[in-house]
C-alpha cells in the first residue's frame, strides 16, 4: 500500500503545472530528472498530512526557479507547499477557513483558535473567533474613522471582510446605529465614574453643519488619579439661539445629565454672549451651592481667540500688500507652464530648480504667514518678472469679481512698501504661531503658561515699537499693541487664575512675575500690589478648599488607643501634661497646615534651566508635603487656554460638521462626535493613592504576616519532643 502512495505520489509530482512555461523552456534533459535534481542524495518520502487527501502537490518552474506548490483539489489555488520552507500549514487553514468548496470549511466555529497579537505585549496569543467582538470592532471603526453606516454594505467591503474572516456575519446599517448608541452609552459611564464629584474646567465652542443648524459643544478637562490630563467632549447638541441666557440653559442641562455640579471654569471666547453664558451657569451653580468663591473666578478667555482676533484685524489693516503677494502665488499655480516659467526665473537668480510657493487657505492665518514667508525668499524673481514677464503683468490688469464691489481690478503686483509690510508682519506672526501651538496643546497643562507666553508677545511689540530703525516695524508694532490691550486687557481686567496658575510653577513662583513686571516698566508700588493680590487669590482658594477638606486629608495627630483615651480622662496631673501636649501638637499641626501657602514660597526653587522639569509629576510627588495646595494645582492645571484643539486654532472662520453626520439625528450625531473623541483619547488610570489609615492597615498586616511567618519557620526547625528520649 506505502508502494502504491508513492507511485501515486511521484506521478503527481512529475506533472508539471503550467504546461506553456514549461515548454517555452529548453529541454536539456528529461522532465524527470529536472524534478529529481532539486532533492539529490534525498531518499524521498511519502506524504503523510492529510492535506494531500485534498490537495495535489506539483512543481511549478518559472523564471525564478523551480518551486513545490499545492494546488486545491476543489478550487484549484495555488499556495506554497516546500516542507522545508513553508510546511502545510497555509494549505490547512486554506481548506478550513477559505475554500468554501472544501468540506473541511468551517463557517462560524467560534471555538476554533487563531494566533493574534496585542499591540501592547507584542507577544502571540492564542483567540478564538467572536461574532459580538468583531462586531464591537467593527462599530468602533467606522467611529473613529468618521465612516458613514453605508460603508458596511459596499460590496467592496464585505468582500473585503469575508477574505479576512469568513465566518463574520456583517452587520447592516441599522446594527451599526444600535451598536453606536450602545458603546456610546457605556463609554459615558466609563467617563461619569471617572469624574465622580471632582471639579471639572469646562469649554464650549459652536459648530455650523451645510443646513446651517448650528450645534454647541461642550468639553470637559480634568486629571486623572495618576495626574494625567484629559479632555473629553460631553455635550454636541443644537441649539436654535445664540442668547447667552439659552446657551446658558443647554449647557446647564449638559452638566445636569452627566452629573456634574462642580465646575472650577468655564473657558470661552470673546463673544459678548458668552458672557451672558457663564453668568447664568454662576446663578444656577449658586442655587445648589457648589460655585467656588462666588464665581469670581469661573469666568476664563480663550487665550487662542484673543490672538485670532488680533491677527485678523491685522490682515485686515494690511490687506492690499498681502493681497498683491497672494496673487503673485496664485498666478504661479494657475497653470503648469506659469509654475514652470516661474522657476525658470528662479534657476536665473537663485540657482534652484524646484522652488515653489504655496498657497494659503485664507479662513487659517497660518497657512497666511507661511505664504508671506516662503514668498519673501522669492521677492526678487517676483519683482524681475514684473519687469521682464509680459504675461505676469498683464495677469494683475485683469477684472475679478468682488463680494461687496462687483468688479474691480486685481490687486498688485506688490511694490516694494508691501514687500516691507509683510516682512514687518512675518516677524509678529512668527511668534503668535509658536504662541498659539503651545497654548492649544490638549495633552499637557497649558494653564501655566498663558502668562508668560501672553507678556512675552507684550514685550517683544513693546521692543519693536522703541526700535526705530525699522519704521514699517514700528508701525506694525504699534497697531498689534492697540488691539493687544483692547483684546488682552490689563491686571485689573484678567482672571487672577492666570497668574496663580504660573505661580504655581516651583521654578518661578512669586519671583518671576515680579522680575516680568519690572521688565514691562511697572512701578515698584505697583509690582508690590501686583504680588500681594496673587498671593491674596492663593489665601483665598487655600482657604475656600481647606474649609471643605475633610479631616481625615488633613493628617492631624489623633489618638487612636481607647484605652489610653481612658487613662487621660484622670483629673491626676499627668493625665493634664499629656493632654496639653496633645493639644500643642495639634495647634502647631493646624499652624503648619494654614501656613501651606507661605511654606511652599519659602521652600527652595526648582533649577529653572532644567528642561526635563515636569510640572505635573513634581506635584505629583509633592502632595503629601502640600496636601491642599497640591488639590489646587491640580485643578487650576487642568484649565484649558483654549476652546479648540491646535487643529482649530488659526482658524478664522467657524467649525463645520461634515455632511454625512448633517445628514443623520441630533442624538446619533452626538453619539458619534462624543464617541468618536472618547475612543482617540488616551486611557484613564483608575489608580487611587490609598489614605492614610489604609497604609497603616497594610503595614500591620504585613507586621502580622512576619510574625506569622517567623513563628511557622521556627516550628518547623525545632526537633521532634521525642527525639530526646530516643538520644
Excluded at 511521484?10 to 530528472?33: F, G, M
Excluded at 485678523?312 to 502665488?329: A, F, Q
Excluded at 499652624?591 to 513634581?618: Q, R, T
Excluded at 443623520?664 to 462626535?673: D, G, N
Amino acid at each position: 500500500m506505502e508502494a502504491s502512495q508513492s507511485n501515486t505520489l511521484n506521478a503527481s509530482i512529475s506533472t508539471p503545472s503550467i504546461k506553456l512555461e514549461t515548454q517555452a523552456q529548453p529541454q536539456t534533459q528529461p522532465q524527470d530528472q529536472q524534478i529529481n535534481s532539486v532533492n539529490v542524495g534525498e531518499k524521498r518520502k511519502p506524504s503523510k498530512s492529510v492535506v494531500w487527501l485534498h490537495c495535489k502537490k506539483m512543481i511549478k518552474k518559472d523564471a525564478h526557479g523551480v518551486k513545490v506548490i499545492g494546488v486545491c483539489n476543489y478550487c484549484k489555488e495555488e499556495m506554497p507547499a516546500d516542507s522545508k520552507k513553508n510546511g502545510t500549514t497555509g494549505l490547512k487553514n486554506h481548506l478550513a477557513r477559505r475554500c468554501k468548496l472544501s468540506p473541511l470549511y468551517q463557517r462560524g466555529d467560534e471555538t476554533q483558535s487563531v494566533l493574534n497579537s496585542e499591540t501592547m505585549g507584542g507577544g502571540l496569543f492564542p483567540q478564538t473567533f467572536n461574532q459580538k467582538r468583531s462586531e464591537l470592532k467593527c462599530v468602533m471603526f467606522l467611529i473613529k474613522d468618521e465612516m458613514p453606516f453605508r460603508v458596511v454594505e459596499g460590496s467592496g467591503f464585505r468582500d473585503f471582510i469575508t477574505e479576512l474572516q469568513p465566518s463574520f456575519k456583517i452587520p447592516n446599517k441599522k446594527e451599526i446605529a444600535a451598536g453606536v448608541w450602545d458603546l456610546f452609552l457605556v463609554e459615558k459611564a466609563k467617563i461619569m465614574s471617572l469624574i465622580g464629584d471632582q471639579r471639572v474646567s469646562i469649554t464650549t465652542d459652536t459648530w455650523t453643519s451645510i443646513q446651517n443648524i448650528n450645534y454647541m459643544v461642550v468639553t470637559a478637562h480634568f486629571m486623572d488619579n495618576d495626574w494625567k490630563l484629559h479632555k473629553r467632549i460631553i455635550n454636541f447638541t443644537k441649539i436654535t439661539s445664540h442668547k447667552g441666557d439659552d446657551i446658558g440653559r443647554c449647557l446647564e442641562a449638559c452638566l445636569n445629565s452627566w452629573g456634574i455640579d462642580k465646575v472650577f471654569s468655564i473657558t470661552v471666547d470673546n463673544a459678548s454672549a458668552n458672557d451672558e453664558v457663564v453668568q447664568y451657569m454662576a446663578k444656577s451653580l449658586k442655587s445648589k451651592n457648589t460655585i467656588m468663591l462666588d464665581g469670581k473666578y469661573l469666568h476664563m478667555r480663550c487665550a487662542c481667540h484673543i490672538l485670532n482676533l488680533i491677527v485678523k484685524d491685522v490682515l485686515m489693516e494690511l490687506y492690499n500688500s498681502i493681497e498683491g503677494i497672494r496673487n503673485c502665488v496664485k498666478y504661479i499655480h494657475s497653470s503648469p507652464e506659469r509654475l514652470a516659467k516661474f522657476r525658470d526665473f528662479v534657476f536665473l537668480e537663485k540657482n534652484e530648480k524646484m522652488a515653489n510657493v504655496l498657497m494659503d487657505d485664507v479662513t487659517r492665518w497660518n497657512t497666511t504667514y507661511k505664504m508671506l514667508d516662503g514668498a519673501l525668499k522669492y521677492k526678487k524673481v517676483f519683482s524681475r518678472m514684473a519687469d521682464d514677464n509680459a504675461y505676469f503683468v498683464a495677469y494683475f490688469n485683469e477684472y475679478e469679481k468682488d463680494a461687496k464691489e462687483g468688479l474691480v481690478k486685481r490687486v498688485g503686483p506688490p511694490v516694494e512698501e508691501d514687500w516691507e509690510n509683510a516682512q514687518a508682519l512675518v516677524h509678529f506672526l512668527k511668534k503668535f504661531y509658536d504662541t498659539t501651538l503651545k497654548l492649544s496643546a490638549t495633552k499637557t497643562c497649558t494653564s501655566n503658561l498663558v502668562f508668560t507666553e501672553m507678556v512675552g508677545l507684550q514685550v517683544e511689540i513693546e521692543k519693536k515699537m522703541k526700535d526705530g530703525r525699522d519704521p514699517k516695524l514700528q508701525r506694525v508694532a504699534f497697531s498689534i499693541k492697540l488691539k493687544f490691550e483692547k483684546f488682552w486687557g490689563s491686571f485689573e481686567t484678567i482672571n487672577k487664575l492666570v497668574f496663580v496658575a504660573h505661580v504655581l510653577d516651583p521654578r518661578y513662583k512669586l519671583q518671576m512675575l515680579k522680575i516680568i513686571f519690572r521688565n514691562l516698566g511697572a512701578e515698584p508700588t505697583k509690582i508690590d500690589f501686583v504680588v500681594s493680590e496673587v498671593k491674596k487669590c492663593m489665601l483665598t482658594l487655600y482657604n475656600e478648599y481647606k474649609g471643605s477638606a475633610s479631616i481625615g486629608s488633613l493628617q492631624l495627630f489623633d489618638l487612636q488607643d481607647e484605652d489610653a483615651k481612658d487613662e487621660l480622662d484622670g483629673d491626676d496631673a499627668q493625665s493634664q501634661l499629656v493632654r496639653d501636649l496633645l493639644q500643642q501638637i495639634k495647634e502647631e499641626q493646624l499652624a503648619d497646615i494654614s501656613n501651606e501657602v507661605d511654606k511652599y514660597f519659602a521652600d527652595p526653587f526648582e533649577n529653572a534651566l532644567n528642561k526635563g522639569f515636569k510640572l505635573l509629576d513634581w506635584w505629583k510627588g509633592n502632595q503629601s508635603r502640600y496636601p491642599i495646595l497640591s488639590k489646587i494645582a491640580k485643578e487650576i492645571f487642568s484649565i484649558p487656554s483654549s476652546t479648540v484643539t491646535s487643529g482649530n486654532a488659526f482658524s478664522l472662520g467657524k467649525r463645520i460638521v461634515d455632511p454625512f453626520r448633517s445628514s443623520l439625528t441630533p442624538e446619533m450625531v452626538e453619539a458619534l462626535v462624543c464617541t468618536c473623541d472618547w475612543l482617540r483619547a488616551d486611557e484613564f488610570c483608575f489608580y487611587k493613592e490609598p489614605t492614610d489609615e489604609e497604609l497603616e492597615f497594610y503595614k500591620q498586616l504585613e507586621e502580622i504576616q512576619a510574625i506569622s511567618s517567623t513563628a511557622q519557620t521556627s516550628t518547623n526547625q525545632s526537633p521532634p519532643l521525642h527525639s530526646s528520649s530516643t538520644s
